[in-house]
T-cell receptor, first 116, second 122 residues
């Protein structure tokens, strides 16, 4: 079974600064996907970024980028130029490719607060 | 991204009654949908996987007779909480798996989420 660990229950950052959220995972699979989702106070889960394990290049989406280290099983999220709207719970998630119905395994989440 | 609609957003019911929650994929077909439960300040707990045209697959510890799932079409899955009790009060979230390809690349396999339903059982 896969496990996803987010070791930072809470983090805070000043507006316009950069913050990195950590995520490690444990799997014996070679082909999988990794995701970061954010859940703002509205509780709507929003996909932030996605990475396929077979791709060496780190995914980027505007101010969001990841540092994917496959050998170390690490998948951190960097948020640049933090904005107040980035305040949310962030969940790291793992999906095995070809697994039973492509289920997501979530970490426990990191609550990020962006301060003005 | 794709849109998943979940209804109702909030429901309050009396103990012993049943409540139905709908999850619809609005602009794509979803052969697979998922139902989660989330406790305050906690992560999402997968309850069951809903496959169009077949029986749902429940996670260990989830009562299939209490949480009835129907996935009758490629765009609609429903979760019915039967004989609800106060301990069933929670936030329920659905997601739908988008397996379309884009730009000729590998299947996306992204799950898009509904906005959730807050169930309060009195």
């Amino acid at each position: 079974a896969q496990t996803v660990t987010q070791s930072q229950p809470e983090m805070s950052v000043q507006e316009a600064e950069t913050v990195t959220l950590s995520c490690t995972y444990d799997t014996s699979e070679n082909n999988y996907y990794l995701f970061w989702y954010k859940q703002p106070p509205s509780r709507q889960m929003i996909l932030v970024i996605r990475q396929e394990a077979y791709k060496q290049q780190n995914a980027t989406e505007n101010r969001f980028s990841v540092n994917f280290q496959k050998a170390a099983k690490s998948f951190s999220l960097k948020i640049s130029d933090s904005q107040l709207g980035d305040t949310a719970m962030y969940f790291c998630a793992f999906m095995k490719h070809g697994g039973s119905n492509y289920k997501l395994t979530f970490g426990k989440g990191t609550l990020l607060t962006v301060n003005p | 991204g794709a849109v998943v609609s979940q209804h109702p957003s909030r429901v309050i019911c009396k103990s012993g009654t049943s409540v139905k929650i709908e999850c619809r994929s609005l602009d794509f077909q979803a052969t697979t949908m998922f139902w989660y439960r989330q406790f305050p300040k906690k992560s999402l707990m997968l309850m069951a996987t809903s496959n169009e045209g077949s029986k749902a697959t429940y996670e260990q510890g989830v009562e299939k007779d209490k949480f009835l799932i129907n996935h009758a079409s490629l765009t609609l899955s429903t979760l019915t909480v039967t004989s609800a009790h106060p301990e069933d009060s929670s936030f329920y979230i659905c997601s739908a798996r988008d397996r379309r390809t884009r730009s000729g690349s590998w299947i996306e396999n992204i799950q898009y989420f509904g906005a959730g339903t807050r169930l309060s059982v009195l």
